[in-house]
């Protein structure tokens, strides 16, 4: 029979060839592993930043990216239909300047009383077609001399009028809009040399005759 000692601790199993005192790194090495857990915590948490700040970077390249070809499309958007008005401005002022010899002779023909029948009726349907086109006739007897509308081809004098004026129309101006394609063909008049002159000169001595016919009564 075997007796029990007092006090006596049973110490844990320890592999056969092992000492007590290898068990302790263990536990050492589990201890160790817990307090280096949030250390990689921290190392991963950085490594994400960093790699989400590199995808905001890069996406902010691609919108400005995005944001630059938009402005070039629009600016090209904007050539493209300026340049396609443009062009269809020059083929219409083409084709008016190919219609405006036509529109003369049906103007002479108006003046001549020859715009009788079927040729009225068609030369009117051009007129009116030629219009809804914008193209505008100018030119009219009376007016003053522009010669940025007018070409002069015949030159006179005039007692009646008192800056250089247009007395006939020889053959009218055309314009599209503010653009002129052809300008008013005139013979103009200039006021007569020394007609100023002489007027001024009938202006001074009105006075003078009057003054004389006041001066008459107060002698009397």
Do not use: W
Not at 25 to 40: H, L, M, Y
Not at 88 to 105: G, Q, R, S
Not at 125 to 137: C, N, W
Not at 167 to 180: H, K, N
């Amino acid at each position: 029979m075997t007796e029990e000692t007092p006090g006596f601790d049973e110490k844990p199993d320890v592999p056969s060839g092992a000492t007590p005192d290898d068990a302790e790194p263990k536990a050492a090495s589990s201890s160790t592993g817990e307090g280096a857990a949030p250390a990689g915590d921290a190392a991963q948490i950085a490594g994400l930043t960093a790699q989400l700040d590199q995808v905001r970077k890069a996406l902010e390249e691609r919108t400005a990216d995005l944001q630059r070809l938009q402005a070039e499309f629009q600016n090209y958007r904007r050539r493209v239909e300026r340049d396609r008005i443009a062009v269809k401005e020059i083929a219409v002022a083409n084709l008016l300047t190919e219609l405006m010899p036509t529109l003369d002779d049906i103007g002479r023909a108006r003046d001549h009383g020859e715009l009788v029948g079927g040729f009225k009726s068609v030369a009117e349907s051009l007129e009116t077609v030629a219009a809804k086109m914008g193209l505008q006739q100018f030119g009219k007897e009376g007016e003053p001399f522009d010669p940025t509308i007018h070409e002069a081809l015949m030159h006179s004098y005039a007692p009646d009028v008192t800056e250089t004026t247009c007395v006939a129309i020889l053959q009218p101006g055309y314009r599209i809009g503010e653009r002129t394609i052809r300008p008013a063909r005139v013979a103009v008049a200039e006021p007569q040399p020394g007609a100023q002159t002489v007027k001024a000169e009938g202006a001074d001595e009105a006075p003078a005759a009057g003054d004389d016919k006041d001066n008459g009564p107060e002698e009397g």
